[in-house]
Nanobody, 115 residues
Framework: QVQLVESGGGLVQAGGSLKLSCAASGRFLISYVMGWYRQAPGKQREFVAS???????SYAESVKGRFAISRDNAQNTVYLQMNNMKPEDTAVYYC?????????WGQGTQVTVSS
C-alpha cells in the first residue's frame, strides 16, 4: 500500500517554468518505477516521463529537452522540472508508481500555461 501526493502545480506564462513534486508514503519501496502522466480536458491520459530506482529516465517526444524527471530516494520524492512551457502543456499532471505489474496514482495537480 503506497500513497502519492502531488504538489507544485499552478499558473505560468508560456516560456516559464514550474517544478512538480510527488511525495510517496506508506509501503513505498525504492524499487518502484516512478512516472508522470498528464490529461487535458476531453483527451486521453498520456505518458510524460519515468525514472527507475537506478536513475534511468524516459521522456515523451513532446517534452524532450524541456522537462526533466528526478528522484530523491532518501526523501521518497519524485520531481518533474518543466522549462520553456507551452500552452499545450496545460493539463492535470498525475504521479504514478509501478511495481509488480500494479500501478498506483496520485490525485493530480493542475498546470495551466497561458499565452
Amino acid at each position: 500500500q503506497v500513497q502519492l501526493v502531488e504538489s507544485g502545480g499552478g499558473l505560468v506564462q508560456a516560456g516559464g517554468s514550474l517544478k512538480l513534486s510527488c511525495a510517496a508514503s506508506g509501503r513505498f519501496l525504492i524499487s518502484y518505477v516512478m512516472g508522470w502522466y498528464r490529461q487535458a480536458p476531453g483527451k486521453q491520459r498520456e505518458f510524460v516521463a519515468s525514472i527507475t530506482s537506478g536513475g534511468q529516465t524516459s521522456y515523451a517526444e513532446s517534452v524532450k529537452g524541456r522537462f526533466a524527471i528526478s528522484r530523491d530516494n532518501a526523501q521518497n520524492t519524485v520531481y518533474l522540472q518543466m522549462n520553456n512551457m507551452k500552452p499545450e502543456d496545460t493539463a492535470v499532471y498525475y504521479c504514478a508508481a509501478s511495481r509488480m505489474g500494479t500501478n498506483t496514482w496520485g490525485q493530480g495537480t493542475q498546470v495551466t500555461v497561458s499565452s
